[in-house]
């Protein structure tokens, strides 16, 4: 079952942040440009960006391939994307689960970090081998577990709450791809460990990124200072000798294929 209460609240929290997104997205820049690397060379080809945000690998590809569409759930980041855009893109308001394209249309499906996003993936997985030609391409990045691990333990020791999205396990995410109509070609996970000034910097990385919002918080709203505080205290146990303050980001890309069933 789609959760349409869920979606709309991470388009509200990645709508508030377009105008910071640029400027945080040091993360997405890298894995981004990494899948890049595994994209076809053919050119005639029509490509989809789903999750395009603001459009950045968007125009990328659209100054390759013939025919680009840069699709988001974000309303607000879909007018940044075509305001700046700088090629011709088709951009298209939509959820991932329910695509306005017709069945066996699209060549290729490039999605940078996104899918994490999106619950039950296997769903997810189902809509995009719909519109996917048989043959056609999921080039793909996304988080797993062991993500943020040093932010999600150091809540832990203040308390039960969540305060940081459940990454699926790369196992996990394995076996979704295996009871799919898809066959993974390629997978890896690299860590990515970004240095932060403090704690304060790493949090409002994540706030202009959209990234902060947990679906399933059972308090809404901000902790209290006293909790803050205590578990930024606890997050020193992870500072650099150099004084920086780490933060891991598990990145798994992927390329799988449609089959012809
Ligand atoms: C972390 S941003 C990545 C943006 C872009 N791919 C990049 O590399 O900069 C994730 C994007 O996915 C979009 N998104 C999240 N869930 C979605 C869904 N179910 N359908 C379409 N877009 C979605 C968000 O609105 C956001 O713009």
């Not at 619950?119 to 719909?130: G, H, K, Q, Y």
């Not at 996304?142 to 790369?170: A, M, P, R, Y």
């Not at 308090?219 to 020193?236: E, F, N, R, S, V």
Request: a neutral charge; aromatic letters at 10%.
């Amino acid at each position: 079952m789609v959760n349409t209460h869920i979606r709309v609240n991470i388009a509200r929290s990645f709508s508030s942040a377009t105008h910071s997104y640029d400027i945080s997205a040091r993360l997405q820049r890298y894995t981004g440009k990494h899948l890049m690397s595994k994209l076809p060379n053919r050119t005639d080809l029509n490509i989809v960006d789903l999750g395009c945000g603001t459009g950045f690998f968007t125009n990328i590809l659209a100054s390759k391939y013939q025919q680009v569409f840069g699709v988001d759930l974000s309303k607000k980041m879909l007018h940044f994307a075509e305001a700046r855009s700088t090629h011709d893109i088709q951009w298209v308001e939509a959820d991932a689960y329910k695509l306005p394209f017709e069945n066996n249309s699209i060549d290729v499906i490039y999605s940078n970090l996104m899918i994490q996003w999106c619950n039950p993936l296997s769903d997810l997985l189902v809509e995009i081998t719909r519109v996917l030609k048989p043959g056609g391409l999921f080039v793909f990045s996304t988080l797993v577990d062991g993500t943020l691990h040093e932010l999600k333990s150091s809540w832990k020791q203040v308390d039960d709450d969540k305060h940081v999205i459940d990454f699926k396990k790369e196992e996990t995410l394995i076996q979704t791809f295996e009871n799919s109509p898809f066959k993974l070609l390629e997978n890896d996970v690299k860590d990515i460990v970004l240095e932060y000034e403090n704690v304060l910097h790493l949090a409002r990385e994540l706030k202009g990124l959209g990234a902060n919002h947990v679906p399933d918080k059972t308090k809404k709203g901000l902790a209290g200072k006293d909790k803050w505080k205590k578990m930024t205290k606890h997050y020193q146990d992870f500072q650099e000798p150099s004084g920086v303050y780490p933060a891991t980001y598990c990145a798994f890309s992927g390329i799988a294929v449609k089959l012809n069933v």
